[in-house]
């Protein structure tokens, strides 16, 4: 390249700099070690000495014009709001202030919810003070029943002389299944819901159980739901609740009193051990009998299961109650 060449292409690439990389590389490129006009300032002492007159002086002038091209056009970039020869990006987005955030069992209800909805569930509730009759009676937990022992509950106290109408009788639910019972008497199938809610259980607490804590009861009923449904249902709600990850599922056998079969299920992450979340089954005949359908007419599944258990999980919390304890320390890492 001669001279007007290389000062043509200079400025031509000069023009095309947005930041002072771009601005450096050019410089380096033309006046640098290994620069297109160095190469020439380089070659004139072996130049004859006419060409020297000639090229000598508007090599030299043309540096001079190449080193204020690149300063002006430096400044220009830092003045006009374009990337100053610092690191620091003026254009770099702001960062957002943060005024807190969800607690991690909102956090894990919001997904629970979105997902089912996703699937077309409706999401009910339900009460937390509850009749001894939704808690139990209903789900065919019979008053004499030793199945009532899987519960251990907190007694509202009872006016004088006792009420012995198990629908006056109050409680604390202590699980979310009675909303099963009070759904059905006043919706007709084919539907599927789920009930996330608050529950009690009169119980001494340790690093896996609280007196208070909040489960995710399901109800599908139709004219087939059956366990293939179900499986598939719960499969697909763990893979999107767990993000992806791989998951192992089990099913054992189990006893409810409110499903026939029951089944318990077991997932299983990578590396992990076989944990326990949540027990299902088919919905048992007394129970659509209690709530006013024909069995023959219906068939459907349910299940439960602990939100509370489910956030461990995911998170890697060691203990439940850290979730109602209040301390920064562990609200903070969320
Ligand atoms: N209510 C049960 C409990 O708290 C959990 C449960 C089991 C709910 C089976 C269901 C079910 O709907 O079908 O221990």
Same mark, same amino acid.
């Given at each position: 390249?001669?001279?007007?060449?290389?000062?043509?292409?200079?400025?031509?690439?000069?023009?095309?700099?947005?930041d002072?990389?771009?601005?450096?590389?050019?410089?380096?490129?033309?006046?640098?070690?290994?620069?297109?006009?160095?190469?020439?300032?380089r070659?004139?002492?072996?130049?004859?000495l006419?060409?020297?007159k000639?090229?000598?002086?508007?090599?030299?002038?043309l540096?001079?014009?190449?080193?204020?091209?690149?300063?002006?056009?430096?400044?220009?970039?830092?003045?006009s709001?374009?990337?100053?020869?610092?690191?620091?990006?003026?254009?770099?987005p702001?960062?957002?202030?943060?005024?807190?955030?969800?607690?991690?069992?909102?956090?894990?209800?919001?997904?629970?919810?979105? =997902?089912?909805?996703?699937m077309?569930? /409706?999401?009910?509730?339900?009460? %937390?003070?509850?009749? &001894?009759?939704?808690?139990?009676? !209903?789900?065919?937990?019979?008053?004499?029943?030793?199945?009532?022992?899987?519960?251990?509950?907190?007694?509202?106290?009872?006016?004088?002389p006792?009420?012995?109408d198990?629908?006056?009788?109050?409680?604390?639910?202590?699980?979310t299944?009675p909303?099963?019972?009070?759904?059905?008497?006043?919706?007709?199938?084919?539907?599927?819901?789920i009930?996330?809610?608050?529950?009690?259980?009169?119980?001494?607490?340790?690093?896996?159980?609280?007196?208070?804590?909040?489960?995710?009861?399901?109800?599908?009923?139709g004219?087939?739901?059956?366990?293939?449904?179900?499986?598939?249902?719960?499969?697909?709600?763990?893979?999107?609740?767990?993000?992806?990850?791989? =998951?192992?599922?089990?099913?054992?056998? /189990?006893?409810?009193?409110?499903? %026939?079969?029951?089944? &318990?299920?077991?997932?299983?992450? !990578?590396?992990?051990?076989?944990?326990?979340?949540?027990?299902?089954?088919?919905?048992?005949?007394?129970?659509?009998?209690?709530?006013?359908?024909?069995?023959?007419?219906?068939?459907?599944?349910?299940?439960?299961?602990?939100?509370?258990?489910?956030?461990?999980?995911?998170?890697?919390?060691?203990?439940i109650?850290?979730f109602?304890?209040g301390d920064?320390?562990?609200?903070?890492?969320f």
């Open positions: 390249m001669n001279i007007p060449e290389i000062k043509k292409s200079f400025f031509r690439e000069l023009g095309k700099a947005h002072a990389v771009d601005i450096e590389n050019v410089r380096v490129a033309y006046t640098g070690r290994n620069g297109k006009l160095t190469a020439i300032l070659s004139l002492g072996i130049m004859p006419e060409e020297r000639k090229t000598g002086p508007s090599a030299q002038a540096r001079k014009e190449m080193e204020e091209a690149l300063k002006e056009k430096t400044n220009a970039l830092a003045g709001g374009g990337r100053p020869a610092s690191n620091v990006d003026l254009t770099a702001g960062k957002k202030f943060s005024r807190g955030h969800l607690h991690p069992l909102t956090i894990a209800l919001r997904d629970v919810r979105r =997902i089912f909805s996703s077309n569930f /409706s999401v009910i509730d339900g009460p %937390e003070i509850e009749s &001894e009759y939704y808690n139990f009676d !209903a789900l065919n937990v019979a008053s004499n029943h030793p199945a009532r022992d899987m519960w251990d509950t907190f007694w509202i106290k009872q006016p004088e006792e009420e012995k198990p629908r006056k009788h109050l409680l604390l639910r202590t699980h299944s909303v099963q019972a009070r759904f059905m008497r006043e919706h007709t199938p084919p539907f599927q819901i009930v996330p809610g608050r529950v009690f259980r009169y119980e001494a607490t340790d690093a896996g159980h609280e007196i208070n804590f909040n489960q995710i009861e399901g109800l599908v009923v004219k087939n739901a059956n366990l293939a449904n179900f499986k598939f249902i719960l499969e697909d709600f763990f893979r999107k609740f767990f993000k992806g990850k791989k =998951i192992e599922f089990r099913y054992r056998p /189990s006893y409810f009193p409110f499903t %026939e079969p029951s089944v &318990e299920v077991d997932i299983k992450l !990578a590396g992990g051990k076989w944990l326990e979340v949540m027990g299902a089954g088919m919905v048992h005949p007394r129970v659509f009998e209690y709530a006013g359908y024909n069995p023959r007419d219906w068939q459907g599944f349910a299940f439960g299961m602990g939100l509370d258990r489910l956030t461990m999980i995911k998170y890697g919390i060691p203990d109650r850290f109602y304890s920064l320390r562990f609200i903070k890492q």
